[in-house]
């Protein structure tokens, strides 16, 4: 092992840290104790700030936080919920350094205290891997392209199946009747790929969040969440958020869908699905025009306890044409975080068999947008 263990005040255990791997991690890594000291970093996090344990220690490490920290927010957030938590694009400033841009993930170590890992980006704000990005450009493009050249055929298609089915025999009627509706299929897949074009910009108004979610509630009970436990955990003292309510119907309607298919896989008639709301202090995303960054402290949780996102698709989850069905089209968790990256939002998610959240933070309404 070519990797240092970092002195650390007497009776503080880091053999459930794996020392090694913790030092040897590329990733910057800090251990934050109960009291909100730093007891702990491994090389890549020294490497980052340019000092070493002694001085990044002085003093309270919760204490050298800016007020409404995203920092603070995650290591809050790792205690209250008991698991490992992430925070894409965390607006960080820290020991003096000029402020920064990095992915977030803390977990808790089961004595009060937390493991933090910075993933630092380039630049600042979120953005999305190279692969990602070029996945949706040519999603959009692909959609207008079909959308001209498929919909006014598969119209023809359709009225000549209808007409062959009126005039036809009994036992040909199912054929033509199987036409039509593997039209109507293509036409409805051909509908969603349209959605994706960037002509249709989000029509953002003051909304009350909560009244979103208990129609997107209110559907999902007598449909695609009949059987299952469905309950909410709500902030009662959210301010409105700043969206388009029809774009946000279809995006928690679509995160409620596959959490009630992926509790409905359990097969043992304890399936559940939890929807939380909750304020989150310091969220900063980068705003759709620009380098400017901008607020998005309100947060939805969508919970499920089905089996999990299977392991080889979750860093490619919100790209286009992936899924875990069988015969899915992929295209409705990317269709998701395109909408909410046209909010301003950030959207991500954490994965386990028996526990999968879906996340999705949004813009508050400011006084003047209220007011309007």
Same mark, same amino acid.
């Given at each position: 092992?070519?990797?240092?263990?970092?002195?650390?005040?007497?009776?503080?255990?880091?053999?459930?840290?794996?020392?090694?791997?913790?030092?040897?991690?590329?990733?910057?890594?800090?251990?934050?104790?109960?009291?909100?000291?730093?007891?702990?970093?491994?090389?890549?996090?020294?490497?980052?700030?340019?000092?070493?344990?002694?001085?990044?220690?002085?003093?309270?490490?919760?204490?050298?936080?800016?007020?409404?920290?995203?920092?603070?927010?995650?290591?809050?957030?790792?205690?209250?919920?008991?698991?490992?938590?992430?925070?894409?694009?965390?607006?960080?400033?820290?020991?003096?350094?000029?402020?920064?841009?990095?992915?977030?993930?803390?977990?808790?170590?089961?004595?009060?205290?937390?493991?933090?890992?910075?993933?630092?980006?380039?630049?600042?704000?979120?953005?999305?891997?190279?692969?990602?990005?070029?996945?949706?450009?040519?999603?959009?493009?692909?959609?207008?392209?079909?959308?001209?050249?498929?919909?006014?055929?598969?119209?023809?298609?359709?009225?000549?199946?209808?007409?062959?089915?009126?005039?036809?025999?009994?036992?040909?009627?199912?054929?033509? @009747? =199987? &036409?039509?509706?593997?039209?109507?299929? !293509? *036409?409805?897949?051909? #509908?969603?790929?349209? $959605?994706?074009? /960037?002509?249709?910009?989000?029509?953002?108004?003051?909304?009350?969040?909560?009244?979103?979610?208990?129609?997107?509630?209110?559907?999902?009970?007598?449909?695609?969440?009949?059987?299952?436990?469905?309950?909410?955990?709500?902030?009662?003292?959210?301010?409105?958020?700043?969206?388009?309510?029809? @774009? =946000? &119907?279809?995006?928690?309607?679509?995160? !409620? *869908?596959?959490?009630? #298919?992926?509790?409905? $896989?359990?097969? /043992?008639?304890?399936?559940?699905?939890?929807?939380?709301?909750?304020?989150?202090?310091?969220?900063?995303?980068?705003?759709?025009?620009?380098?400017?960054?901008?607020?998005?402290?309100?947060?939805?949780?969508?919970?499920?306890?089905?089996?999990?996102?299977?392991?080889?698709?979750?860093?490619?989850?919100?790209?286009?044409?992936?899924?875990?069905?069988?015969?899915?089209?992929?295209?409705?968790?990317?269709?998701?975080?395109?909408?909410?990256?046209?909010?301003?939002?950030?959207?991500?998610?954490?994965?386990?068999?028996?526990?999968?959240?879906?996340?999705?933070?949004?813009?508050?309404?400011?006084?003047?947008?209220?007011?309007?």
């Amino acid at each position: 092992m070519t990797g240092k263990t970092r002195s650390h005040p007497a009776g503080f255990d880091l053999g459930a840290l794996k020392a090694a791997a913790f030092d040897l991690s590329p990733d910057p890594s800090m251990v934050v104790d109960a009291e909100g000291a730093l007891v702990a970093v491994n090389e890549a996090a020294e490497a980052l700030f340019g000092q070493g344990l002694g001085l990044l220690a002085r003093g309270r490490f919760r204490a050298a936080l800016p007020p409404g920290s995203a920092l603070v927010s995650l290591l809050n957030r790792a205690l209250e919920e008991g698991a490992r938590v992430r925070e894409r694009g965390v607006h960080i400033s820290l020991f003096g350094l000029p402020p920064f841009e990095a992915d977030g993930a803390a977990a808790p170590l089961g004595d009060g205290s937390v493991l933090l890992t910075l993933t630092v980006k380039s630049g600042l704000g979120v953005e999305r891997s190279p692969q990602e990005a070029a996945g949706l450009r040519s999603l959009v493009g692909l959609g207008r392209m079909l959308a001209h050249e498929i919909k006014n055929p598969l119209a023809g298609i359709r009225g000549a199946a209808q007409l062959l089915k009126t005039g036809a025999r009994s036992e040909d009627a199912p054929l033509a @009747q =199987l &036409i039509v509706d593997e039209t109507d299929r !293509v *036409k409805r897949l051909v #509908e969603r790929m349209e $959605a994706f074009s /960037d002509d249709a910009l989000p029509s953002l108004s003051p909304i009350n969040i909560h009244q979103i979610l208990d129609r997107v509630r209110a559907l999902a009970a007598n449909g695609v969440a009949d059987g299952l436990e469905l309950r909410e955990h709500y902030d009662p003292s959210l301010p409105p958020a700043l969206g388009d309510e029809d @774009q =946000l &119907i279809q995006v928690f309607l679509n995160l !409620v *869908k596959n959490a009630a #298919e992926a509790a409905h $896989a359990r097969g /043992d008639g304890r399936g559940e699905i939890v929807i939380h709301t909750a304020y989150r202090h310091g969220v900063r995303v980068r705003a759709a025009s620009g380098q400017v960054l901008r607020g998005a402290p309100l947060e939805v949780r969508i919970q499920d306890n089905g089996p999990g996102v299977p392991e080889h698709i979750r860093e490619s989850l919100f790209q286009p044409f992936v899924s875990s069905k069988a015969n899915g089209a992929g295209l409705g968790l990317a269709l998701v975080a395109k909408l909410v990256a046209g909010h301003g939002g950030l959207i991500d998610f954490e994965s386990e068999p028996g526990r999968t959240v879906f996340r999705v933070l949004l813009p508050i309404a400011s006084p003047e947008d209220v007011h309007e």
